[in-house]
């Protein structure tokens, strides 16, 4: 998988995914500079200035810590860690949302829109919103493939991996630890709930 290749996840997924700890060229922090974060943003097609957030690295990084921690005790079904949720909280004051009625054909429809003149501010904004989404309305997962180890939604039952290419690689992996090991059953690499033949195709 190539870098960026997993963009396109809700906004605090791609974001808590700017850090790769298990890559397999070495970890990765996509934010760690300016201009790490000028890339990313430009990536995810996130409109923000650079220059807004050049001050604010340590904010984001701070944003992106709580975030994994309440993805990752969503992950396990965790009760979520109390000082992450006010940290999200606090961020999300950055740029209050407000809700309006607007038309929609022969009927109307309610658009939820982030209020900020900030775009720094915005940003915060939503990637705290969008974590607030994630928390409450998906099943976040985190994939055990080999040099994986991103937070992906989990879109079906009994799925174990972000993608199939890393099912794919999972079970080379494990193919090719039990011929090593040369005992019948081999190496354990499977997550421990997952049924035979569980994510093909
Ligand atoms: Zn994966």
């Known amino acids: 998988m190539e870098l960026f290749d997993w963009l396109g996840r809700p906004l605090a997924l791609d974001f808590a995914n700017t850090v790769w700890p298990a890559r397999r060229r070495g970890p990765v922090d996509a934010i760690a500079s300016i201009s790490d974060l000028r890339v990313w943003l430009d990536r995810a097609a996130i409109a923000a200035t650079t220059q807004d957030l050049e001050s604010r690295l340590d904010d984001l990084r701070g944003l992106r810590a709580a975030v994994r921690r309440l993805l990752a005790a969503a992950s396990k079904d965790d009760l979520l ?64 493939a080999p040099s994986c180890g991103l937070f992906f939604v989990v879109e079906r039952a009994g799925q174990h991996w972000c993608s199939n290419a890393c099912g794919n690689r999972a079970r080379v992996a494990r193919h090719a630890a039990k011929r090593y090991d040369g005992s019948p059953g081999g190496s354990e690499l499977r997550p421990p709930t997952a049924p035979a033949g569980a994510n093909r195709g």
């Not at 809700?99 to 915060?124: C, M, N, T, W, Y």
């Open 81 to 144: 860690p109390r000082r992450a949720m006010e940290i999200v909280n606090l961020f999300a004051t950055e740029a209050p949302e407000v809700r309006q009625i607007v038309p929609d054909g022969k009927g109307s429809r309610v658009v939820s829109e982030i209020l900020s003149d900030d775009p720094a501010s915005l940003l915060f904004g939503r990637i705290a919103m969008s974590t607030m989404g994630v928390l409450t309305t998906v099943t976040v997962g985190v994939c055990p």
